[in-house]
């Protein structure tokens, strides 16, 4: 299954800013089903599309205006470029973001510092329906989000990249709260708390995963994880008010059995978030990112309440 936006990217002509538009003109003229071009100029790549360059040339004065002169004076320099590397479902999200102008644009590819291809928006949307479809098996069938499968290629990709933060959210006394309410109770506290992380950790900046169970993990490209990660609890705290009944919430505890087989005070479920990013120290493999979460979190889970704790710099000691 293609993932990356530069698996299904095609070769396209490639012309200098400096070209004049008559060769541009019959470069498109030659090849009737060529949707547009790349053009090299000396920061970056622009693009020409066949309809935006027949419009301009096509007007009263346009042909006599533009013909001798260079193809930069019309072509769109603010063309959506993106990395090879580029998730297919990400690059659709930005894709479809553009001004109704130029959402049928091609999109262009860059590997490095190099122009590798194009995408157009008709194979872009097979590949994500490709995707999804593929997707759909390895999905966590309670909260719609991506399972072990997905999350471990994620996990081996952000080892490629130069920034990550990898945070894994989970949260404390939950079983507790499945004692005391309900199985159903507890799949809609799951659910409601997926869907607190899906509109706070949005594509194509972050990836958010369902490890299963109360577990879940997102994947940062940067390191600003501190205002998210609070975002989080605050917006946790606030939503588990309407999962207890008055007297459970006036108390901040449910009766629970100890392992004395008695019943004692448990506080209510709180959320836990060990951030591991690679901004003091380089992985090899997403084994070590596991293993670090894990001391993390279990320095997490000895703080009563909901908490941030990272390797770099814990917002509580851990």
Partial sequence: MFTQIGEI???????????????VY??????????????????????????????QIGTQYGYNLYMGRPVELVMNTQALVVDYSEQITDVSVLAMDRDEGEIYDLVLVTSGESFFGAVSIRRLLLAVADVRAEMAIFMNPLTGLPGNHIIDERLSQALQMDHFSVLYVDLDQFKSYNDSYGFKMGDQLIQATANLLRKLFVPPEAFLGHIGGDDFITILNHHDYKYISEEVISGFEEMKKTFYNEHDWHNQYVLGEGRSGLNRPIPLVSVSIAVVTNSKRKYENIDQIIDEATRIKKGCKAIAGSIICANDTATTPC
């Fill in 9 to 23: 990217a095609e070769p396209i002509p490639v012309v200098q800013s400096d070209t004049k538009c008559d060769i």
């Fill in 26 to 55: 019959h470069l498109f003229k030659s090849n009737p089903s060529l949707e547009g071009i790349a053009v090299m100029r000396e920061k970056g790549v622009s693009l020409m599309m066949r309809p935006r360059f027949f419009q």
